[in-house]
């Protein structure tokens, strides 16, 4: 286990870390990863020999996979970046990292502090056990410098934000998110990706495809901001994650009704949220209402497992709209619009966990 002296930052109730690490645990603790693009390495082909970079040894240290969403590493990049950093070393006249590198580990990491703000934090000491959201440039030529015998760079401090517990949904929405403000990557481009392109885990795959369908037509189109982009009001990870575990109940129950739920998923959603479109039809298009607010959506998908449920007991088919819309009727009743209202959807959230009690009274009125 090693230990970082941290401070922890909290913004809209997610917490994090912002730390300093030494080139040298950067080395042993920081995988590198690019997006494979199966067609051979052809920027090798690119890159000049007898310069600075030993780009033998830092291949072997970049893993290629599908999976990944880092885009290819660009030569040139890398080579004036270890120039950068050459010159700071021998001239000692400017900071080599000044910016925070945004670091990700889908483990939770311990953090251990008297007051709840300065502290340490505990890392694995696992290789690879942190990615790189942001700064892999930046690292990736830090480390070509310590390969290249600069010793006295391995107690180089560089300031980093480290997330932890970030699954891929939300890693790949703030990477995009970022990426696409800084260097202009083209929306449609971004749009187009499927979700077995963009993330490893199956389940967030298909949690991807299944909202990008949901804001394209139906209910909801265009009310989801896909990976950071659009016009829509609701980000896509808070939902994404409602969806997978949707999926994860459905895997529980056998492979056979995971199988077909998968592949109906995207329309059963859309069928979905229609009849929930036409249960509440006076207030759905009305901003005045706060139905299709990420709380409400997220307590929406969160009460499918016992909509589900519900549809097996009484044989309604995954994509019978008149026996889904028939099921949820006694949303509208029991629990009716002005429950969105602003004032009095206001004073829910101050009691908190909104989400959680919507999604109780959604639960409750099928029992009926």
Request: proline share 4%; with cysteine; net charge positive.
């Amino acid at each position: 286990m090693t230990h970082f002296p941290a401070l922890k930052l909290s913004q809209f109730g997610i917490h994090f870390y912002q730390a300093s690490l030494s080139a040298e645990k950067i080395e042993k603790l920081v995988q590198f990863e690019v997006i494979s693009s199966g067609g051979g390495e052809t920027n090798k082909k690119r890159r000049s020999s007898g310069k600075k970079v030993n780009w033998e040894l830092l291949e072997e240290k970049i893993r290629r996979s599908a999976e990944a969403f880092q885009r290819p590493i660009i030569s040139k990049k890398i080579e004036e970046l270890v120039d950068f950093y050459e010159q700071r070393r021998e001239n000692r006249d400017l900071p080599a990292v000044p910016g925070a590198v945004l670091l990700i580990s889908e483990k939770r990491l311990n953090f251990i502090s008297k007051d709840g703000g300065v502290g340490v934090l505990q890392i694995p000491e696992e290789e690879g056990i942190l990615r790189v959201l942001d700064g892999q440039h930046r690292l990736l030529a830090l480390h070509a410098l310590v390969r290249s015998s600069h010793h006295d760079v391995e107690s180089l401090q560089v300031p980093a934000v480290i997330f932890d517990a970030l699954q891929s949904p939300g890693a790949v929405e703030m990477f995009v998110t970022i990426n696409t403000k800084h260097t202009r990557l083209k929306p449609d481009l971004i749009l187009g990706l499927s979700g077995k392109k963009l993330y490893p885990d199956e389940k967030s795959a298909v949690a991807h495809d299944i909202l990008m369908k949901l804001n394209k037509e139906g209910a909801l189109e265009g009310e989801i901001k896909i990976l950071g982009i659009g016009k829509g009001k609701v980000s896509e990870a808070p939902l994404a994650i409602e969806i997978v575990s949707v999926l994860n109940d459905m895997e529980a129950l056998g492979s056979k009704a995971a199988q077909e739920f998968y592949a109906a998923a995207p329309k059963f959603f859309l069928t979905y949220f229609k009849q929930i479109a036409v249960i509440f039809e006076h207030s759905w298009n009305k901003r005045k209402f706060k139905l299709k607010s990420p709380p409400a959506l997220r307590a929406f998908i969160r009460a499918c497992p016992a909509v589900l449920s519900k549809m097996r007991q009484n044989q309604i088919d995954l994509l019978d709209g008149k026996g889904i819309g028939d099921l949820l009727a006694p949303w509208n009743e029991r629990i009716g619009e002005n429950r969105f209202e602003p004032e009095e959807f206001a004073r829910w959230k101050e009691r908190g966990g909104i989400v959680e009690r919507l999604n109780q009274d959604l639960r409750e009125a099928l029992l009926d």
